[in-house]
């Protein structure tokens, strides 16, 4: 088993145009909504009437982009080389479906024990916490515990993650008194500085995580973005950052280590897309080329 072969996403280009703009158009819509019933946070904390508007734009976007032809794109993608990058995709494919504290527990015990030690306790987690696996997923959750040393999985996965449903949105803002605890204990600072020491670490962006359904089980929250470079380790990376330096606690919001320039499953792809730049002030020096985090403030 090898950790160094290439990895399971595809090519930027090997994303039909059509998917990428469903998601733009979903996110204008939920921000449209927002500004429209001057909702602070979540879409869905609004009467019937607005309730039933919200659903069906909702249900007419995903609609409209159902309707074109599957196979125009590329449409599975091989999904691991490795029993750990297995795991590693499961996690960011069940971000905001699993709990935030099972997600970080699981990073750690990854990066510090492997496959046969994150595998089982994944699976634990998940019937713990009632999350339904797709079938591409509960294929590889199997293959992973019959063999993981000798790992190999045909299991596939759609790109654009439609087999999923969307329990959260993000933006790059939030009410004042949510913004308070993260200035009030330095955490931004403090992150900034643990992460600027470790080698491979580019950027840290912060998004504010809010429900897209009333049903969500997740809490609305700061979410922080840690961006590396292709050749890192991204269970390690989310290992090290896991504890604040000065009183070793567990660091009190979500973190997503995210590769920059590299397709991800939604969860991932979303908070990167929507978080604000918090470090470093120049983000040119660290090797960042997206306009999306060089041209803000």
């Known amino acids: 088993m090898t950790d160094h072969l290439d990895d399971f996403e595809p090519a930027p280009g090997a994303i039909h145009p059509l998917v990428r703009a469903r998601a733009r158009e979903m996110h204008a819509w939920i921000g449209e909504f927002g500004r429209r019933y001057s909702l602070d946070e979540d879409p869905t904390e609004v009467g019937p009437l607005q309730a039933a508007e919200f659903d069906n734009a909702t249900k007419a976007i995903a609609a409209k982009y ?3 032809d599957r196979n125009y794109k590329i449409r599975h993608v091989q999904a691991v080389v490795s029993a750990r990058k297995a795991i590693i995709l499961l996690l960011r494919r069940l971000s905001g479906r699993l709990s935030d504290d099972a997600e970080a527990t699981l990073w750690v015990e990854l990066a510090d024990g492997g496959p046969a030690v994150a595998g089982p306790l994944l ?5 713990e916490e009632h999350v ?3 079938p591409a997923e509960r294929l ?6 019959t063999d993981a040393a000798g790992f190999a999985s045909a299991a596939e996965f759609t790109i654009d993650q439609d087999d999923v449903e969307i329990l959260y949105y993000f933006d790059n803002w939030s009410e004042r008194q949510y913004e308070a605890p993260i200035v009030l204990d330095g955490l931004d600072a403090a992150l900034s500085e643990k992460a600027a020491a ?7 962006g912060r998004a504010w995580r809010s429900h897209a359904q009333r049903h969500s089980r997740l809490d609305p929250t700061w979410v922080f973005v840690v961006v590396i470079d292709l050749a890192s380790d991204a269970p390690d990376i989310r290992r ?6 000065d009183t070793g606690r567990p660091f009190p919001y979500p973190i997503e280590v995210v ?11 979303a908070s990167r897309a929507r978080a604000k730049r918090i470090w470093p002030e120049d983000p040119v020096h660290k090797g ?3 306009t999306h985090w060089l041209n803000m403030d």
């Open 140 to 145: 590889l959750l199997d293959d992973i515990q």
């Open 66 to 68: 159902s309707e074109y």
């Open 198 to 204: 470790i080698p491979g670490v580019q950027l840290i």
């Open 259 to 269: 590769e920059e320039g590299k397709d991800l499953p939604f969860y991932q792809t």
């Open 132 to 134: 339904e696996p797709t």
């Open 123 to 127: 699976v634990d987690r998940i019937t």
């Open 240 to 245: 090290r950052l896991a504890t604040l330096r």
């Open 288 to 290: 960042i080329t997206s």
